[in-house]
């Protein structure tokens, strides 16, 4: 399954060449993953309140094109591997439109307990709805 979400680019997330700044990519991944996640019927503040957080252990980005200030960007995102103790993600960011590559890039978040930080199996509850992906 894959969630598109749309965003503007903005001023601020541009750098003195007229592009945006690599590390905004990175934040629209976490967009796209919280989109994702909301999808699929699970809210970080649910997690957090379970004691459960989703840290990233390993990100990349492979960058194809630049996006230029007020850009209609579409960040899709697909999670490719789940397991009861990680999600792995995908995410594709184009010109909405025009549906050029302009970068895309791969996370694997860990399921962790918010007290000790250890890596845990995540609970029944939340297996399940990540199963329907």
């Known amino acids: 399954m894959s969630v598109k ?11 003195q060449m007229g592009v945006v700044h690599h590390a905004n990519y990175f934040r629209w991944f976490e967009l796209g993953r919280v989109e994702y996640l909301r999808a699929i019927g699970v ?13 990233i252990t390993e990100i990349d980005a492979k960058f194809h094109a630049p996006a230029r200030y007020d850009d209609l960007i579409s ?3 697909t999670a490719v591997e ?4 990680k999600l792995v993600f995908d995410y594709k960011i ?12 791969h996370s694997l978040n860990v399921f962790t307990d918010a ?3 250890k890596i ?4 029944e509850k939340y297996f399940e709805r990540f199963r329907l992906i």
């Open 5 to 15: 979400v749309e965003h503007r680019v903005h001023f601020y997330e541009t750098d």
């Open 94 to 105: 184009s010109i909405v439109g025009d549906e050029k590559i302009l970068v895309t890039g």
């Open 75 to 77: 960040i899709e995102t």
């Open 43 to 55: 809210t970080l503040v649910e997690l957090i309140n379970d004691n459960i957080l989703f840290p």
């Open 120 to 123: 845990i199996r995540v609970p």
């Open 82 to 85: 789940l397991t009861k103790v």
């Open 115 to 117: 007290s000790s930080g």
